[in-house]
């Protein structure tokens, strides 16, 4: 589709019609999306030199795509252009200089941006709140992370994909105790857990790693395709257990 895609840009050059920035921007990303780099940063030069001028959208792709393919470097040297052109750098590409950091494993730079988004007149959106607690929870740092979630708690702006990725976070820090308050909160809130949550909660409950309580609570949330099964598996592991 992409080699087909610039096959028509170039048919519109040779037809004297100007792409103009959405066309772009569409390349761009679709560029990034099949994994050519290369291409996209081509695209993005020469839309310049055909005197299109980039937009927050085409800096947002860009950084976007640099950061999910580890070009943090290349990503960092960027918004220092787009600052330098004082383009209006808002939230969204804030979320995605923070997500890249965590993805980099650069937590504390992370951590860094997302604390000073207040000084540079920005509040953190559920987006962000829910990347810092995602890349909190990479780096090790739960506690850090549950203060977070309180604090969007406080604000009444978490949502089933911030629970989910603070559950799966203790799960994968081996801190299952503090798992089930959090279950519990996001099925009050009415969230359900993802297939990804579930399967690691099941794997927990088979293992005797987290509080049985948790088997009724996970059954009341329309998970019984492989709860009954795992009821009987934790029966016929303790035969002597009562």
Known sequence: MMDEAMTLLREMSRKGLVPNTVTYNTLVDGCFKVGKLGDAQQLFSEMQACGQLPDVQTYAILLDG??????????IQLFKEMEGKKLDVNIVIYNILIEGLCIAEKIESARELFFGLSSRGLQPNVRTYT??????????RT???ENL?????????????????IIRGFINNNETVRVTGHIQQMVE??????????EL?????????????????MQKENYELNLPQLKLNRSSDHPNKH
């Open 149 to 165: 979630l309180t604090e969007m708690e406080e604000k009444g702006c978490p949502n089933d994909c911030t629970y989910n990725i």
């Open 143 to 145: 506690s850090e992370a």
């Open 131 to 140: 990347i810092m607690i995602n890349g909190l929870c990479i780096g090790g």
């Open 201 to 217: 909660i099941i794997d927990l409950l088979c293992k005797d790693k987290v509080d049985p309580a948790l088997l009724p609570l």
């Open 66 to 75: 640099l950061c999910k393919n580890r070009q943090l470097s290349t990503a």
């Open 189 to 198: 809130k009415g969230f359900s857990a993802d297939a990804s949550t579930t």
